[in-house]
Structures are given as structure tokens and as C-alpha cells.
């Protein structure tokens, strides 16, 4: 395998995206990917607008369009009282050509991107094959990875790229230290075919309810609507698990004289993360690899994706000939948007669902509820949550 290529590690969305792009710039790319094919699970599901234009300038936004449920609309809501403030992205149409949420599952994307690069003769996916380490000199990177019968294999390339998730093997590998904090619940996740919109007035695709004692989402996909809800860490898995104990905590949320029928159930720890660093060398961290926070609000693949992109640019205009500090202007400003954008807009979205404080709580609704009656404070509402504001900032970063 010739030298002059990027690697990329990991073939989620983060690292699909990054490699459509480069080989959207003319960069050749190897993938490589630790199972044996793209993963069709139910992770992130929402795409925002700004995230749409990025696809759809790599031609894919039409396919999540076909496959997906447009949400103009998403909602706080007080689990006993129903809707505190509503929300409408139509207020973005002077600012995107997609004002809108679209609800799609993530290999939905990931599918595309696959079939797009394996069918191009500048771009090879390896499956089946697990990063293990890596070391570089001046001039090139070598990555040390593993087949599942214990063979390694050694690669070569230009720059690589690490998209190989929250539990990343490589940022661990490069001493990369990833501090933070682990949320004390943890998330328990329902896919149910119960439609909560044909008995909850006035809900939209996508609402967020705020409860002292249990708090919860719900969203919509294409074929099933989803039910967040915080977990006691204490409480073992096969007692979570158990079918009555899923039964009875969906019936606390809407009473339903049918049984629910659970499509799909996980849970999960959920951390908020930023690496130390995100270039070390010719060596760069995106996506999950770099930084990881709560899902409330959808940050995480999102703001993956827009570092996906944005390293993707850098490396191709040194590919070109350009600076080597182009890769920590990448660092100084998705490193900035995780922190400031991403991590701070997630943990205001818990802070608010999660408030015990009777006084807190009702300041919090006054100021959604104000927000959403006025004008220009919806607008910037908007723009800051859809992540339209935090890219536009990461630009202006020198």
C-alpha cells in the first residue's frame, strides 16, 4: 500500500464523512474499520441543519431525505403540566436551506457513505481489522493493527486520522489524556412502536421533559419513536432488563391499555470528555476519539461530522502544499466548539430537565417560555442549539 494516502480509523459517520471529503479534495484514503462491516444500530438519529448542508455538499442529503421524518419543530415540556416552550427552525430559512431537524438513523448515513467509497478507485475500506498502535516520524505515520485470528498488519501513510470512538484505542495509545466527568445515571433507551403523539397533546417529533424525579425525552424516527430516561446506577442490568420493569416505566409515561412493545433497549454510561489535544503530530483526533457529552439535544455526531469536515479541508490544502499549522488552527477551533458549543449547550439541556429546586426550576421555564414568544431571542435560540452559531465561530478562529 503506497505511503501517499490518509488513514482514517473508524468507519462511523465521523470517519466515513472525513473520508468522502478527502476524496472529495482528490486525497486518497484507507479506512479501517475493527468489525466486519458498517454497523446498523440505533445510535444518533438527528441531524441538524447546518450537518445537512455539509452532506449535502458531499451529495447524501437527498438519500437521509428520502429515508427520513423532517421535525421543523422540537419541544421543553414538564412531564406533569405539558409544554413549557416550543421551538421552529422555519425562523432559520434566511440562514439554511434546511430549517429544519431531520430524523434519520446514523447508518443510514453510514450505508450511503460506504456504497459512495468502496466504489471509488481512491479509497479502500478495511474491515475486520483493529488499530492497535501507532508511531511516525517527519514524515509519515505507521499504524500497527490487528486481524481477529491475532495477525498484525502495519500500514503507511502521509497523516491518519483517529475516528475510532469514545473508548479510542489510539488516543490511548498516544497518551492522550481525556478528561471529564462520568454522569452519575445512567441512560436507559426504549425504540417502541407506541405512537406518544396520537395521546400527548400538542407534541412534536421531538420534545424534552423535565421532570424533579425523572426526567425523559422522546423522539421520533422514521418508524418508531424512542424514550430516553435516566437510570439508578445501582439497579442491575437483568432488573432494568427485566420485561415488567420496562413495561411499568413506560407505562409511568403514558398509561396504555395495550402492552408496549419494545423494538430495541441498551443503556449506558454517558461521560463528558475533551482530549488534552487533538493533533499530536501528523497524528489528528475527531468525532467521539476527541470529545464525547451527554445526547440530550444531539450534539455528538453532529459536531463529529463538522470536525470531520473541517479537518478534511486542512488536510487536503496540505496535501497541497500548505502549512503544517493548519492542523492546530483545526485543533484550536473544533477544540473550542466542543468545549464551549457542544459540551456547555448539552449540559444546559440536562441542567434544565434534571433541576430539583422548585424556584430554579420555574426561572428556567420563564426563560424558555421568553425565549420562544420573542422574536430575535428565538432566532438566537436557534442558532446557538442547532449549532449554526458554534461552526460560524470555529471559522472565525485564527
Not at 217 to 223: N, Y
Not at 318 to 338: C, I, S, T
Amino acid at each position: 500500500m503506497s505511503i501517499d494516502r490518509v488513514i482514517v480509523v473508524g468507519a462511523g459517520p465521523v470517519g466515513l464523512v472525513a473520508a468522502a471529503a478527502l476524496m472529495a479534495e482528490g486525497v486518497p484514503v484507507t479506512v479501517v474499520e475493527r468489525t466486519a462491516e458498517i454497523v446498523e444500530d440505533l445510535r444518533a438519529s438527528t441531524f441538524h441543519p447546518p450537518t445537512l448542508e455539509i452532506l449535502d455538499r458531499l451529495g447524501v442529503t437527498q438519500h437521509l431525505l428520502a429515508d427520513g421524518l423532517v421535525c421543523a419543530l422540537w419541544q421543553f415540556r414538564d412531564r406533569r403540566s405539558g409544554p413549557v416552550a416550543t421551538f421552529d427552525l422555519a425562523n432559520l430559512r434566511d440562514e439554511t436551506e434546511f430549517p429544519y431537524r431531520l430524523q434519520c438513523e446514523q447508518w443510514k448515513l453510514t450505508r450511503v457513505l460506504r456504497d459512495r467509497l468502496v466504489a471509488s478507485p481512491d479509497c479502500d475500506i478495511v474491515f475486520g481489522l483493529k488499530a492497535i498502535s501507532v508511531t511516525q516520524d517527519a514524515d509519515r505515520v505507521v499504524l500497527t493493527a490487528e486481524r481477529e485470528d491475532g495477525a498484525r498488519e502495519t500500514l503507511q501513510c502521509r497523516y491518519l486520522v483517529v475516528a475510532d470512538g469514545a473508548r479510542s484505542a489510539l488516543r490511548g495509545a498516544l497518551g492522550i489524556p481525556f478528561e471529564g466527568l462520568t454522569i452519575p445515571e445512567r441512560y436507559l433507551s426504549l425504540s417502541t412502536t407506541f405512537e406518544f403523539n396520537e395521546v400527548m397533546s400538542d407534541l412534536p417529533y421531538v420534545a424534552y421533559i423535565s421532570d424533579p424525579d425523572e426526567w425523559l425525552t422522546l423522539l421520533r424516527t422514521p418508524s418508531l419513536w424512542r424514550v430516553l430516561l435516566p437510570t439508578d446506577p445501582n439497579e442491575g442490568d437483568e432488573e432494568m432488563m427485566a420485561p415488567a420493569r420496562l413495561e411499568a416505566r413506560l407505562q409511568s409515561v403514558v398509561a396504555s391499555p395495550k402492552p408496549y412493545e419494545v423494538v430495541h433497549k441498551t443503556c449506558y454510561r454517558v461521560h463528558e470528555r475533551v482530549a488534552e489535544r487533538f493533533v499530536e503530530g501528523r497524528v489528528v483526533l475527531a468525532g467521539d476519539a476527541a470529545h464525547i457529552n451527554n445526547p440530550l439535544g444531539g450534539m455528538g455526531m453532529n459536531g463529529g461530522i463538522h470536525d470531520a469536515v473541517n479537518l478534511a479541508e486542512k488536510l487536503a490544502a496540505l496535501w497541497r502544499g500548505g502549512d503544517d499549522g493548519l492542523l492546530k488552527r483545526y485543533e484550536r477551533q473544533r477544540r473550542k466548539v466542543a468545549i464551549e458549543g457542544v459540551q456547555a449547550q448539552a449540559m444546559r439541556n440536562r441542567q434544565i430537565m434534571n433541576e430539583r429546586d422548585p424556584a430554579k426550576r420555574q426561572a428556567y421555564y420563564d426563560n424558555l417560555k421568553a425565549a420562544a414568544d420573542d422574536p430575535r431571542r428565538h432566532k438566537d435560540y436557534l442558532m446557538r442549539s442547532s449549532l449554526i452559531e458554534s461552526l460560524r465561530e470555529a471559522a472565525a478562529t485564527p
